[in-house]
């Protein structure tokens, strides 16, 4: 686990720790032979990394139905950020429309961790199992703390990500400004007064 911490952390970009973190869930935790992060954005599922299209699949399936424990774990602010299902046929009644249709895709099993930090919620990392009954408590402890440590370093990720956005952009208008010889804020003064730059 600390190996996978530093590997996290050694990503070069959003979408290589993304890939990372769903690789880690398939090689350190107990059962799970396929995994994912997604986001919700409203109603609609954006999958973020998909160790298989099983993932992927099941993520449109939620999101068409609009119901399901990963559509479930990303929708929530308060309350439960974990969840584990021992057996899919088991809970058709709290997912009555999800559940078999997601059998018929051949999960078995699955849990899910919400991806959180003290000042936001990243997404939900979801695990995946072929098999019922296929994830312990133990797998549970592991992805739990696999999912605490992939929020830490996908936060840093992202934020890293916006600094280099935000030095490229002043780079850009620093060198806007030496070639037109034009100060920003007169820039910004004449948009603002005319909409248009003259």
């Not at 993304?18 to 919700?40: F, N, P, Q, Y």
């Not at 930090?117 to 696999?146: C, H, I, K, Q, V």
Request: glycine share 8%.
């Amino acid at each position: 686990m600390a190996g996978m911490a530093r590997d996290l952390l050694a990503q070069d970009s959003v979408s290589g720790t993304l890939d990372r973190i769903s690789a880690s869930a398939t090689e350190l935790v107990e059962g799970c032979t396929s995994a994912g992060v997604l986001v919700l954005h409203d109603r609609k599922v954006e999958t973020l990394s998909a160790t298989d299209g099983l993932v992927v699949d099941s993520d449109r399936l939620q999101e068409r139905l609009a119901e399901g424990p990963c559509y479930d774990a990303a929708r929530t602010s308060q309350g439960e950020r974990t969840y584990r299902i021992a057996d899919l046929d088991a809970e058709s009644e709290r997912w009555p429309v999800f559940a078999p249709r997601a059998r018929a895709l051949g999960v078995g099993s699955m849990m899910g961790f919400l991806l959180f930090t003290e000042d936001d919620d990243l997404g939900a990392l979801n695990l995946y199992s072929r098999e019922p009954g296929a994830f312990t408590e133990a797998s549970e402890l592991a992805g739990w703390l696999l999912a605490s440590h992939a929020a830490v370093a996908l936060s840093a990720a992202r934020t890293y990500a916006q600094m280099e956005q935000a030095v490229a952009t002043r780079h850009v208008i620093g060198e806007a400004m030496g070639i037109n010889n034009v100060k920003l804020r007169e820039v910004a003064r004449q948009v603002c007064e005319k909409g248009t730059l003259d």
